[in-house]
Nanobody
Framework: QVQLVESGGGLVQAGGSLRLSCAAS????????MGWFRQAPGKEREFVAA????????YYADSVKGRFTISEDNAKTTVWLQMNILKPEDTSVYSC???????????????????WGQGTQVTVSS
């Protein structure tokens, strides 16, 4: 019904920057929030950043606060994650997610989301 496709991942040196994009397609989507999560091998999926459309509220994990910035377009078809001052520990598969409406869970919780992209690999070399 709703497809999310990430792009922009790749290899970057520590201290460098990348910008990830997530393009949404499908039926008209009245999104409540979109977020970015990441999952490293052997670890649980971890919240990175989210934006709630109403009021343009943004949320960041402590580990990325001040380094990463989430943004979106007015049509709610694209969300970006600008990643600066990248660290080796940022290495992960990054996935975008979309929430169709408010839930019991906060937007920092993956259970709040209905749709997920396939993920894009980000590798930060030391």
């Amino acid at each position: 019904q709703v497809q999310l496709v990430e792009s922009g991942g790749g290899l970057v040196q520590a201290g460098g920057s990348l910008r990830l994009s997530c393009a949404a397609s499908g039926r008209t989507f009245s999104g409540y929030a979109m977020g970015w999560f990441r999952q490293a091998p052997g670890k649980e999926r971890e919240f990175v950043a989210a934006i709630r459309w109403s009021g343009r509220y943004t949320y960041y994990a402590d580990s990325v606060k001040g380094r990463f910035t989430i943004s979106e377009d007015n049509a709610k078809t694209t969300v970006w994650l600008q990643m600066n001052i990248l660290k080796p520990e940022d290495t992960s598969v990054y996935s975008c997610a979309a929430s169709s409406g408010p839930r019991t869970w906060s937007v920092v919780d993956e259970r709040a989301y209905d749709y997920w992209g396939q993920g894009t690999q980000v590798t930060v070399s030391s």
